[in-house]
């Protein structure tokens, strides 16, 4: 599908319906987070679904992007569009990108599988997460030539993290996403209630089982002995005590550009600049860390003022639609990350669902797109908005 016509798609919904044919999915979005709650295990919906404490910065993340309006603009030609763009050398065919995601085989059988071939029917770039349940090797046969970047969370032992960046570099990973907001657990209380944490069962941490690193640290294999590998797993899996200095490590260690996920502070984004970081991404983990915490897409306009256009600036947490999409690449993001709805995708559907979430996003951004007068990314500037009455 060319990248000027992705709104063709709701004339192809029209069409089915002339044939008695409706779309397999539902189309709000609301409705298809009720139907991946129906389907699966409610520990796994809710560790999907559920953020930190009472869920006011989940809140908040959504409520943000009702404090901005978009103004259409009329009598402009828009009938030729073309949303693609290039990111730190990555080079893609809209402003999207999928989040990284981690243990995906609690959500679907297939897991990274199913959502790296959708990804690649899309053409649009994964982020893959260190937690997945996938070894990263694979995920990057599937992807093919389809663009991706490795997430990294930051282990607490420097061989082990030295090992990960070397073989993301060697499988062809783009770039290294630092995931910087979770030295610790958040305080989920769904999960808490349920007493689950799913990689105690062994589970999502196959890029620590398939390293040789990791396996030479064992006393038995992981097959022989997987809550040995669990336990190793616990001693590695963060590092409170890491600080800004350490980042001259990762940079040591990896000619892959280094992204930096969870800043909201621009004082912390104008450190990682001062650091050599070549990328930023806006994100409060979903708000899954830190209950009341600011609402993303309410940091973003002082991150990227702080950055001042001297590395790409990526937006993460809350995005659901179109609209949403244009009001964070107006408001200054490069891009913008798409995560629970995916996931909601292949819950319901597998493969097929993480295909239609992915489609029909960009459909509506085209839509909402055209209809504001827009036909081009370069377009989009804060003018385009304005702030919501109070």
């Known amino acids: ?22 779309p397999e999915l539902p189309l709000i979005a609301e409705e298809l987070e009720a139907l991946a709650k129906a389907k699966l295990d409610p520990r796994a919906y809710w560790y999907v679904a559920g953020g930190a404490g009472h869920e006011n910065t ?44 981690g243990v995906q085989e609690i959500i679907h059988p297939e897991a990274e599988r199913a959502v790296a071939r959708a990804a690649r029917a899309m053409g649009i770039p994964m982020i893959l997460s260190t937690l997945s349940s996938t070894p990263l090797e694979e995920v990057a046969e599937l992807l093919g030539n389809t663009p991706r970047w490795f997430q990294l969370y930051w282990p607490g032992e420097r061989d082990f993290t030295k090992s990960l960046l070397q073989r993301a570099e060697a499988a062809g990973y783009e770039a290294i996403v630092v995931t910087l907001d979770t030295k610790l657990m958040g305080w989920r209380e769904h ?4 007493a689950y944490l799913p990689f105690l069962e062994g589970k999502g941490i196959a890029n620590y089982t398939s390293d040789p690193v990791f396996r030479a640290s064992l006393e038995e294999p992981p097959e022989a002995n997987p809550q040995g590998a669990v336990a190793r797993w616990a001693q590695l899996y963060a590092d409170p005590s890491q600080t800004w200095e350490d980042l001259v490590f990762l940079q040591d ?21 001062f650091r050599g970081v070549q990328g930023i991404i806006v994100s409060n983990h979903g708000g899954r860390q830190v209950d009341g915490a600011l609402g993303a897409l309410d940091a973003l306009p002082a991150v990227v003022d702080a950055v001042g256009g001297r590395v790409p600036v990526l937006f993460d947490s809350g995005i659901r639609h179109g609209a949403d999409m244009v009001k964070a690449l107006a408001l200054g993001a490069d891009a913008v990350l798409l995560g629970r709805p995916y996931i909601y995708g292949l819950a319901a559907a597998g493969e097929s669902g993480v295909h239609q979430v992915i489609q029909r996003l960009l459909a509506e951004f085209d839509v909402t797109m055209a209809l504001s007068g827009l036909c081009r990314l370069s377009e989009l500037d804060r003018g385009v908005l304005q702030p919501a009455p109070r």
Not at 191 to 194: F, S, T
């Open 253 to 273: 260690h990896t000619s892959l550009p280094i992204i930096l996920k969870g800043i909201l502070h621009p004082d912390d984004a104008a450190t990682a600049v």
């Open 1 to 22: 599908m060319s990248s000027t016509h992705y709104g063709d798609y709701q004339i192809g919904l029209y069409m089915q319906g002339l044939v008695g044919l409706k």
């Open 58 to 101: 989940v809140r908040a993340n959504r409520q943000a992007f009702d404090r901005w309006q978009i103004v259409p603009r009329m009598l402009r030609d828009v009938s030729e569009r073309n949303y693609s763009t290039t990111v730190l050398h990555t080079e893609m065919r809209a402003p999207l990108l999928l989040a990284p995601v």
């Open 191 to 194: 999960d808490l209630q349920e």
